[in-house]
């Protein structure tokens, strides 16, 4: 079993990873750590992200895929869009002289699907998504086929072989069953701005959704960190190297590597890493003042030459195939952490039992918290009491810090709800009318809930 240690260290370099793309959102980025690790089965992970276009959910979701060595596939949902198109088609082809049905396998079977724009199909589309979300599993002709299996065996077959694959693995494979613990992921995109064409979720599918993020146009201070990351450091060093070729020492050196080279794969890349580093040095300096001693911007110059040498080396990108987790891995650590955290005192039941409480009496609510939400409050807030007492040692730079059981806090619990219970409910007319939104009353109550006198006894 994984330590306490492991899990957190491997959540915060999972947040720090995803923070090299997207800047300062540092809240959403942890919520969508947590989505992945919280659930013990993998029951309801699943995110929803309402934020304008541009602003990286893709690179979100494909950070998460590589870095957990799960597969990936997005779908660009449409008003158009039929049900068959997500699960599961029927084709027609020519066999022996005569004609056969293939089965043709939808963007369902993976391990995270991002779910584009999910609000721009329609009801009967959106449908196809509710069985996976809440079971694991799709029918199509009359047939289950479960979700969760680890699939990363499969992304070396395309086409006609890999729907062969597929289909051999559910008829008479590992896949006959359902996983232990499924690795499947939704994180569904809305666009805020433009309404019309579009439909509204329903309750029960929102309902599914672990947690709903808004995420809106950055200030000014991040628009200057992505020019300088994005617009100098990153086209520049792709622009350098395509221009120098061989009258560049570091990109000749590159470029004459091999497949069959030898050596500590870390060592080897490190090595053509400082080789142009050291070369683009003044470059940097001279055309966009930015110097690589310091420690940040060197580290964001060390980042973007690691994507181009696997961007430009196929051998880079085979030695490297697997990310820093094992599926599996992921698995243990959500069993571990369900597991190793507590609940120090009975206390904290009637707490979060009175947040529901006071959400259930209000009149402010037209619909309320199901219980399903209940248990899965307390498995999320273990989650975030791994994440927020390895990332404060990892600031403080604490790496000796391994303790055997956390328990959580309050705040554990008031920071997941705060993002879990708004899209879950909904506003009488009244209160509508008033101008209030989910999310302020929400936060209204855990404040109060935080404040009452019989819960001063617990943290």
Known sequence: MTTLRECGNQMVSLAEEIGKELFNIEDTIKMAVLTIFASPDGRYSHFLLEAPPGMGKTVLCKTIAKWCSLTFKRIQLTPDMQPSEIVMTQELEMSGGGMRTKQVFGPIFTNILLADEINRTPPRTQSSILQPMAECETTYGGKTFHLGHVMSELDRYRGDEYNERIKAMYDKGPWTKPAASALFYVFATQNPIENEGTYRLPEAQLDRFLFKMDLDYPEEL??????????????????????????????????????????????LLKRISDGLQAELAPQLKKMYDIDVRDGKE?????????????????????????????????????????????????????????????????????????????????????????????????????????????????????????????????LSYETQAKGYTTRVLVENILRSARNDPRFSGIE
């Open 222 to 267: 991040t628009i200057r960190e992505i020019l300088k990351r994005k617009a100098a450091i990153g086209q520049f060093i792709r622009s350098y190297y395509d221009a120098m070729g061989d009258s560049s020492p570091a990109v000749r050196r590159v470029e004459e590597l091999r497949e069959d080279s030898g050596g500590d794969f870390a060592d």
């Open 298 to 426: 060197a580290g964001a110059v060390a980042d973007e030459l690691k994507k181009l040498l696997y961007d430009k080396k196929d051998f880079l990108k085979k030695l490297d195939k697997k990310g820093s987790l094992d599926p599996g891995k992921v698995i243990d650590i959500r069993r571990s952490i369900a597991l190793k955290v507590g609940v120090s005192s009975p206390v904290y039941y009637e707490y979060v039992s009175h947040i529901i409480e006071r959400i259930r009496t209000s009149g402010d609510f037209a619909m309320k918290v199901s219980p399903r939400v209940c248990d899965t409050v307390l498995s999320v807030a273990k989650a975030h009491c791994v994440f927020r007492v390895f990332m404060e040692a990892r600031r403080k730079s604490d790496d000796g810090y391994d303790p055997e059981t956390l328990f959580i806090t309050k705040e554990d619990i008031n920071a997941c709800a705060r993002n879990m219970l708004p899209h879950r409910v909904s």
